[in-house]
């Protein structure tokens, strides 16, 4: 039996009143080691302040439209995934890991569950279905993760109880990607011995430290307006445009026309675009019926000029990382257009809003162009970080005749980078290292069709790398590479001391 942790009411109003008429429903338990387990969950009510509390929420007015589940701040060993199913806690760290770790998809890890792991000699008969679904998995995930980081910040978790499943978490995950963008990863100021280091000025013998990190671009993506430069979310998976922009779904989609289709087209009269569209429907007929049209050219019209006719979804351009030397990612941001250098500039000044968070030392591919870009803005925001290219760009793709990047960005100029005459103190290709994982994940976004909603899109992957952040910090632990996390109020104050004098631009 399901329980609410409770049989008094909570509300200070109601004066601890027994908590009665209760309701109980059938539901079903999916373990980690005792497979699918029958299940009652029972609810109760309080008359004063017509609340009724589950198992794992209760709900003041439950039948009003606005109506709220607030989860307890208790921890519960089983998480509502569903109206009748509840997922273990440990099986969804299971599901977690590989998620995680291994990029199983949301199906193989149901499939996987169904035959092996959901199946046990002790289990127990339901009248339910013993097998668990892909929503159910994901759900369950989301779920959990969102529970952990209500406790992270010490916020209970709200959601609207009177909508459908698919878009009940939403406004939650809105939330915290809010907090998550920019400095929100929790091991945003983790330092440890592979990305801080101690250097001793050959010249004048005082010691300072070095922090270095990369910052770099892989594809990803999600469906997003056909609208330039516009990133409002689409509305269902079938758009091509988000609800701001639906009145131009009537216009015709050769790119830079702008006249209306006529009924049955999708271009306009124009005989050219009109050719462009017969064209592409001739190439989605059967081989008998392209032979054919082969034996009876038509005289439709032909032109110099290309024409490209727009009949698939726009995908944002890519996921920008920013991974300290060691290897822990510290930030993310989708690129919806381009990774030019200004875009790749107010990245990091979202990622690093202080001068004091900034690392001495950033590598990007880029980096001479980058830097180029900000003396041609006169942006001084910047001025104490040294941009370096990456040495595996600086030796295979940047020309020995580009003087810029050889005079400031090369990195052989800079003495503190190199331990030895071959060996270099900070790892500055670990941003495609990293990418290696993060890219994987490209199949599992594209397979969960609710990913069309950004939130779910930017929760997933912002916490794959939480849990990837935490892995990996536990085995840095037993490799003695002594990860801690840095005082930011520390870092103010040792700045302010040595560079009160500087003039930043914001």
């Known amino acids: 039996m399901l329980y609410p942790p409770y049989r008094r009411c909570i509300e200070p109003r109601c004066k601890n009143t027994k908590l009665g008429q209760q309701y109980t429903a059938e539901a079903r338990i999916f373990t980690l080691h005792r497979g699918v387990l029958p299940a009652y969950e029972t609810s109760l009510y309080c008359r004063h302040c017509n609340t009724r509390y589950h198992y794992a929420y209760y709900v003041q007015k439950p039948s009003e439209p606005q109506a709220l589940r607030q989860y307890y701040t208790e921890y519960r060993p089983y998480v509502h995934a569903h109206e009748a199913s509840f997922v273990e806690v440990h099986l969804c760290e299971y599901f977690e890991r590989l998620l995680c770790l291994s990029h199983t998809s949301t199906t193989n890890l149901a499939r996987t569950y169904n035959t092996d792991l959901g199946r046990t000699d002790t289990m127990m008969l339901t009248n339910l279905s013993t097998d668990i679904s892909p929503d159910i998995v994901l759900d369950a995930f989301f779920l959990q993760a969102l529970l952990r980081r209500c406790r992270r910040y010490a916020k209970p978790l709200l959601l609207m109880h009177n909508i459908e499943q698919e878009r009940r978490l939403d406004s939650a995950m809105e939330e915290y990607n809010q907090l998550m963008a920019g400095?929100?990863?929790?091991?945003?100021?983790?330092?440890?011995?592979?990305?801080?280091?101690?250097?001793?000025?050959?010249?004048?013998?005082?010691?300072?430290?070095?922090?270095?990190?990369?910052?770099?671009?892989?594809?990803?993506?999600?469906?997003?307006?056909?609208?330039?430069?516009?990133?409002?979310?689409?509305?269902?998976?079938?758009?091509?445009?988000?609800?701001?922009?639906?009145?131009?779904?009537?216009?015709?989609?050769?790119?830079?026309?702008?006249?209306?289709?006529?009924?049955?087209?999708?271009t306009c009269s124009d005989l050219l675009h009109r050719a462009k569209e017969q064209e592409r429907n001739e190439k989605g007929r059967s081989a008998y019926y392209d032979l054919s049209r082969r034996l009876n050219k038509d005289n439709a019209p032909r032109t110099h000029k290309r024409l490209t006719l727009q009949t698939s979804r726009n995908w944002t351009h890519n996921e920008q990382l920013f991974v300290l030397s060691c290897g822990v990612i510290v930030a993310r941001s989708t690129f919806f257009f381009s990774e030019g250098v200004a875009s790749v500039k107010e990245f990091l000044k979202r990622v690093f809003p202080w001068p004091w968070v900034?690392?001495?030392?950033?590598?990007?591919?880029?980096?001479?162009?980058?830097?180029?870009?900000?003396?041609?803005?006169?942006?001084?925001?910047?001025?104490?970080?040294?941009?370096?290219?990456?040495?595996?760009?600086?030796?295979?793709?940047?020309?020995?005749?580009?003087?810029?990047?050889?005079?400031?960005?090369?990195?052989?100029?800079?003495?503190?980078?190199?331990?030895?005459?071959?060996?270099?103190?900070?790892?500055?290709?670990?941003?495609?290292?990293t990418n290696v994982w993060f890219g994987a994940f490209q199949a599992i976004t594209r397979e969960m069709t609710l990913m069309l909603h950004t939130a779910r899109y930017n929760f997933f992957l912002d916490e794959m790398i939480v849990i990837r952040n935490e892995w990996f910090v536990e085995q840095q632990e037993r490799k003695g590479k002594q990860p801690f996390k840095m005082d930011i109020d520390l870092l103010k104050a040792e700045w302010l001391r040595a560079y009160s004098g500087q003039q930043l631009s914001e």
Do not use: M
């Open 183 to 266: 400095t929100g990863q929790p091991q945003y100021t983790h330092a440890c011995h592979d990305c801080l280091k101690i250097y001793k000025h050959p010249d004048t013998d005082q010691l300072t430290f070095i922090r270095g990190g990369t910052t770099d671009g892989v594809t990803i993506g999600h469906p997003c307006c056909l609208v330039n430069k516009c990133q409002i979310r689409l509305a269902s998976t079938k758009d091509k445009f988000c609800p701001d922009h639906q009145h131009l779904t009537s216009q015709c989609l050769i790119k830079g026309c702008e006249r209306p289709t006529e009924s049955g087209y999708i």
């Open 358 to 433: 900034l690392p001495t030392h950033i590598f990007y591919d880029n980096a001479c162009h980058l830097l180029e870009h900000l003396q041609a803005q006169r942006d001084t925001f910047f001025n104490l970080v040294r941009f370096v290219v990456d040495v595996f760009h600086a030796r295979n793709h940047h020309k020995e005749t580009h003087a810029f990047c050889n005079e400031h960005t090369n990195p052989a100029l800079f003495p503190e980078l190199r331990i030895f005459q071959s060996k270099w103190t900070l790892n500055s290709s670990v941003a495609e290292q």
